[in-house]
């Protein structure tokens, strides 16, 4: 119904705890030049500037976008500003798609990024508005409880978490932008690292990240490439966080907003008919119960899945060949990230971590309480 | 482009002063009404626009889905911006014509900070914010550059605060008065005052509009348009970015009866007026506007509203909307709605 949008250029900044180097605006457009460099394009051929991030608590930095205007040459163009907690990332692709879809405008740039080292994340997260005060800190402590909840009900065993925490981070030595690269990585390792939010160990975890990714979105009728990525399915889902009885371990807005996109883009067994999946994964085991959230496996069977190696790069379905959140997490791009790796399998340009033959790709990303997801398709042929 | 319109527009009664309400406490209402008007329960798409630093706390949106009711889990989505960008997204939203309606809301409490400073934040980290200008005297400069007279800003401050005053969702603000400047030229009357409020809109597409309503407020041109940052490459004195929108909007191709103008300064509505190349006859903020009650972050979804009304209840059949974001207009947002 709506028109067809591709992406046509990607660029990311080597993640990395401190970018000392650059300023927040050199962040960003370090990012959207090496994706214009791809698409072949320059300022001049983008029609709109779509950016997000996370929290502006993060840096300190109000409403960025007015300041980013010019870095982004978004001067005399209409810009965009999208938070949508963790999942922003995903949610800024799918506002720039939206932009082509809708028919609106030929050439987008999306961009999100996080200088996290600008500020402090944890305690960023841990101010809470008057009388909803709580003693979590963090999103480790967080979630920590939705993943011994997971634990009990499907019965995992405890080395399940680190399997993915050593994959992820084996991947991650495949791909040059990634943070976290940590030669000869094993299961030793992780269960070395001490204990931050039971059952998470240090390694469970993303790192923090500074960086940045942007990808250039084009119509149909303007293409500069010749292996674009087309988009096959969009979608959002939020619900509400104090929700009495709503599953926090395998959330409704997960489930639909995958049905949505799979339905979409023609997908009815997600395990066998698609090739890639780059899914927000900042706690380890966040892998086995989001293959259940997305249906690549029944409830309580996903650890299984991870177990016998089937996410892994030489799987039948490989998660986050690039290493993924637990790899690389500027928080707000962290999400954008997962679509551009995702568009990189399809277009066949992800390097030494290309999956062979990757004709459709999952991108995910979550935010909030684990209710808010935006996710996409992209496919190697035009729908 | 596909048809849309403003099918519902509600406001909370905005107030000068913390009256304890959280932010889902003070969009339900608004919320409410709309949906009320529209026999609507469900949303094809859903946009909200709020600011965390109002609410000194990440994440200000996320209670809001609370008060939304968001389940089933609902498309949604968030812009950290006035909520007139909202409804911008869910307009594109609707062009791509799998859906047919779309809920619009924003909110913002500027009563439990100190809004010139926190705006202040808003600013280049590394240059700008460092040098301690805060909102108002930003503004002051542009009012300097904009040489406008004393009498001209008295008389728009004048006939805001008076039909804010018949306004039952603005503020009750006396006749200006006092001679002393805030930061000259600005005196403390030509700033909108300290407000909190919430306001919601529904948009429908073509016979679901007609269905909802009896003259739905048709969409005819929305456009938005951001400039540099840096004052100095800006010529102060004029709006390039509103008069960019306005013209791809199409504000000229037609005479516009009412005109909400995002001015959050006197001085503003001045430069707003010229770069939308308004006639005389046009009527300026007949609600009020900003000056009267300024909800940050809904005020520019107020002003697309207020704008919209006209429409909805027969009293005008072309008005313009205009929404601005980022320090001395930098960006504008241009919508003008046909009966």
């Known amino acids: 119904m709506s028109n067809p949008c591709a992406v046509i250029g990607v660029g990311q900044t080597r993640y990395t705890t401190k970018r000392r180097d650059v300023s927040i605006a050199g962040l960003v457009r370090e990012a959207a030049l090496r994706a214009l460099q791809d698409a072949g394009l320059t300022w001049q051929d983008i029609d709109a500037v779509v950016i997000g991030k996370a929290p502006d608590l993060f840096e300190g930095v109000m409403m960025p976008e007015a300041y980013l205007a010019d870095a982004l040459g978004a001067a005399g163009k209409p810009m965009m500003r999208v938070h949508t907690a963790g999942s922003v990332g995903g949610s800024t692709a799918l506002v720039g798609a939206s932009l082509i879809q809708g028919g609106v405008h030929d050439r987008v740039l999306v961009v999100a990024f996080e200088k996290q080292s600008e500020s402090n994340a944890t305690w960023a997260l841990s101010t809470h508005q008057p009388f909803s005060a709580s003693l979590v800190v963090g999103a480790g402590g967080y979630f920590a409880p939705h993943i011994r909840e997971y634990i009990r009900r499907s019965g995992a065993p405890e080395h399940i978490g680190h399997l993915v925490a050593v994959k992820d981070r084996q991947n991650a030595l495949k791909n040059p932008y990634a943070h976290l690269r940590i030669p000869g990585i094993n299961l030793k390792m992780v269960e070395s690292t001490p204990m931050l939010w039971e059952p998470i160990r240090y390694l469970d975890t993303c790192p923090s990240s500074d960086g940045a990714c942007a990808m250039v979105l084009s119509s149909a009728g303007k293409l500069t490439d010749s292996t674009p990525a087309w988009v096959l399915g969009t979608a959002m889902r939020s619900e509400p966080i104090f929700r009495a009885g709503r599953d926090t371990v395998n959330p409704q807005g997960g489930k639909d907003c995958a049905a949505d996109v799979y339905r979409q883009a023609g997908i009815t067994d997600p395990r066998r008919e698609i090739d890639v999946a780059e899914v927000y994964v900042p706690f380890s085991w966040y892998e086995p119960m989001w293959l259940e959230n997305l249906g690549f496996a029944t409830e309580g069977e996903g650890w299984k899945l991870t177990e016998s190696g089937a996410t892994a790069l030489d799987g039948d379905i490989p998660w986050n060949a690039s290493g993924g959140v637990l790899s690389s997490n500027p928080i707000g791009a962290s999400g954008l990230i997962r679509f551009a790796e995702a568009a990189l399998q399809v277009r066949g340009m992800a390097g030494e971590h290309q999956v062979d033959g990757a004709r459709r790709a999952l991108g995910h990303a979550y935010g909030g309480g684990a209710q808010f997801f935006a996710m996409w398709m992209v496919g190697s042929d035009r729908p | ?339």
């Open chain 2, 1 to 339: 482009m596909r048809e849309i319109a403003v099918v519902a527009f509600a406001q909370t009664r905005h107030s000068a002063v913390d009256e304890g309400q959280s932010e889902s406490e003070l969009i339900l209402p608004p919320l409410d009404e709309v949906r009320a008007a529209t026999g609507l329960r469900t949303f094809g798409f859903t946009c909200s626009g709020s600011c965390d630093y109002l609410a000194g706390a990440p994440f200000s949106f996320v209670s809001a889905l609370d008060a939304l009711g968001a389940w089933p889990p609902i498309s949604e989505s968030h812009v950290e911006m006035d909520a007139a960008w909202a409804l911008y997204e869910a307009w594109v939203r609707l062009q791509h014509g799998d859906v047919d309606s779309a809920l619009v809301y924003g909110f913002g409490k500027s009563s439990q900070g100190d809004l010139r400073e926190i705006m202040t934040l808003q600013l280049d980290p590394y240059y700008l914010a460092p040098l301690g200008l805060d909102q108002v005297s930003f503004a002051a400069l542009q009012a300097s550059a904009t040489g406008a007279e004393r009498a001209e800003l008295d008389e728009i401050v004048r006939r805001s605060r008076a039909d804010g005053r018949a306004n039952p969702y603005a503020l009750d603000l006396p006749e200006p008065a006092g001679e002393g400047a805030e930061v000259e030229p600005l005196r403390p009357y030509d700033i909108a005052p300290i407000t909190d409020g919430a306001a919601a809109v529904v948009l429908a597409a073509g016979d679901l509009a007609r269905e909802l309503c009896e003259r739905p407020a048709w969409i005819t041109g929305i456009a938005h348009r951001i400039e540099p940052h840096y004052l100095g490459m800006r010529d102060l004195a004029r709006s390039a970015s509103t008069a960019d929108a306005a013209r791809a909007a199409g504000v000229g191709k037609g005479d516009v009866e009412v005109a909400e103008l995002h001015a959050q300064f006197s001085h503003e509505e001045i430069i707003l007026r010229r770069a939308l190349e308004l006639p005389e006859g046009t009527r300026v903020n007949p609600s009020g506007g900003p000056l009267a009650a300024n909800p940050v972050m809904a005020t520019g979804l107020i002003r697309i509203g207020e704008a919209a009304r006209h429409i909805l209840d027969g009293t005008a059949s072309r008005t313009l909307g205009h929404a601005t974001s980022g320090p001395c207009l930098q960006h504008n947002l241009v919508t003008v709605m046909e009966a």
